[in-house]
């Protein structure tokens, strides 16, 4: 049953401390995504990479949050330093583009940031 | 920069009772894609619509894209208890899977 797999499920953590979530992708998907869903702004699309190159992260605050695939089965998506307003739920998905359109969501990762 | 407006945002309906959630996209994409979310859980893909005039049918659940209107429906036949969920619409950008999405319809379908 192939899947989006996210880690860590939750996550409570100290305003301050780096947040590292990981992502495998559905096995031979070219293209991740990382959305962040809040009940405020709902579903925001932060960035997403094919062939693990990025192609867009403009939704990304670049001063505290980044995202790299160090290789095609991981995505990786780091808070340093994080913040109260980071708290969410962090959501991967992946694709394989053009041949589908379909994009398959992992479980989220649901961050707390006191 | 993309708009994607969904109506209503919150809706309670009757069992055995349709309705209609609409989308609104600001684009020139010809892809709509519509998700469920039930409360605490992923995001489950309903529908891709590819093409002007593209209708889609799944149960009691079924999906249409006028794209010069730039408006998807998602009408709901007869609903049920199980249909309860939120509902999200979502546009591409660039013709390229990067949706941006709605806010969502919250669906409560009432015994």
């Known amino acids: 049953d192939a899947r989006v797999t996210q880690t860590p499920r939750h996550k409570v953590t100290e305003m301050g401390q780096e947040v590292t979530m990981r992502c495998q992708p559905i096995?031979?998907?070219?293209?991740v995504f990382w959305y962040r869903q809040t009940m405020m702004q709902g579903l925001e699309l932060l960035a997403y990479f094919r062939n693990r190159a990025p192609l867009d992260d403009s939704g990304m605050p670049k001063d505290r949050f980044s995202a790299e695939m160090p290789d095609a089965t991981l995505a990786t998506l780091k808070i340093q330093p994080s913040e109260p307003r980071d708290s969410a739920v962090y959501f991967c998905a992946s694709g394989l583009y053009p041949d589908s359109n379909t994009i398959y969501f992992g479980e989220g990762s649901w961050l707390t940031v006191v | 920069e993309l708009k994607v407006e969904q109506n209503p945002l919150f809706l309670s309906m009757q069992e055995g009772k349709n309705y209609t959630i609409y989308c609104n996209y600001s684009t020139t994409s010809d892809r709509l894609y519509w998700y469920r979310q039930d409360p605490g859980k992923s995001l489950e893909s309903l529908f891709v619509?590819?093409?002007?005039?593209a209708v889609k049918q799944e149960g009691r659940l079924m999906a249409s894209l006028d794209t010069k209107a730039r408006l998807s429906t998602l009408h709901i036949t007869a609903a049920v208890h199980d249909l309860s969920a939120t509902y999200f619409c979502a546009a591409d950008l660039y013709n390229n899977n990067d949706m941006r999405f709605g806010a969502g319809t919250r669906l409560t379908v009432k015994p």
């Open positions: 096995l031979g998907h070219n293209t």
């Open positions: 619509l590819l093409s002007n005039g």
